[in-house]
């Protein structure tokens, strides 16, 4: 499986953008990136993912290098409630799970 | 939408008991997985199936077996509980497709003592 490797952790302000680096420089041409982020307490949700172009949803954007060795997801104004821990995953088959590493812990401050 | 329903939500079990945690899902994925997330972890691999009638190991399957009854449903079993396996155990389901989202539930708290 190609690696992602991100920061352990992170800190934002409240109200303000947020952007959350992901580097997987040995991803192949068919994988997939996908965001997924973790509450306290509670399971996996998934964010958002794409594999070439920059993709919006109402929770985030995602954008990806040109030359697709990294990735950022961007959260637009952070608020309390986004305080997760966030996994940057490369997905290159349709039938095989998905690999969690230790992602990035996102604290927001009031 | 239900979505991923897991039972029980919180389970105390001694040393080498037995039990089974059961996960449905009412999506009509093709794909389903457990997974264990121990204090300051991220998920690990348990087991999964792809489709239907196939089960697969995952990073960590010793100590437990699954059984896919059917599209719906996969279920978890500890045979002979130790406390390594105290844990949050998660289960996911998705389509067979890189382009599509997981689900997950929302985990069963596991104690072994």
């Known amino acids: 499986d190609a690696k992602t490797t991100q920061p352990n952790s992170m800190e934002s302000n409240e109200e303000e953008p947020v952007h959350l680096p992901c580097n997987h420089s040995?991803?192949?041409?068919?994988?997939?990136i996908h965001w997924y982020r973790q509450l306290p307490s509670q399971g996996p949700e998934y964010v958002i993912h794409?594999?070439?172009s920059n993709v919006n949803n109402r929770m985030a954007s995602l954008a990806i290098a040109e030359d697709r060795k990294s990735s950022t997801l961007i959260l637009h104004r952070a608020t309390l409630r986004d305080a997760a821990v966030y996994y940057c995953i490369l997905k290159f088959s349709g039938n095989t799970p998905l690999v969690f590493g230790k992602g990035t812990r996102l604290s927001v401050i009031a | 939408n239900a979505g991923v329903t897991q039972t029980p939500k919180f389970q105390v079990l001694k040393t080498g008991q037995s039990m089974t945690l059961q996960c449905a899902q009412d999506m009509n994925h093709n794909s389903m997985y457990w997974y264990r997330q121990d204090p300051g972890m991220g998920l690990r691999l348990i087991y999964y199936?792809?489709?239907?009638?196939?089960?697969d190991k995952g990073e960590v399957p010793n100590g437990y077996n699954v059984s896919r009854l059917n599209k719906r449903e996969f279920s978890l079993r500890l045979e002979s509980a130790a406390p390594s396996q105290t844990s949050v155990y998660f289960c996911?389901?998705?389509?067979?497709?890189?382009?599509?989202?997981?689900?997950f539930g929302q985990g069963t708290r596991l104690t072994v003592v």
């Open positions: 996911a389901s998705s389509e067979i497709s890189r382009n599509t989202e997981a689900f």
């Open positions: 040995t991803i192949s041409g068919t994988d997939y």
């Open positions: 794409g594999l070439t």
């Open positions: 199936s792809a489709s239907e009638g196939t089960t």
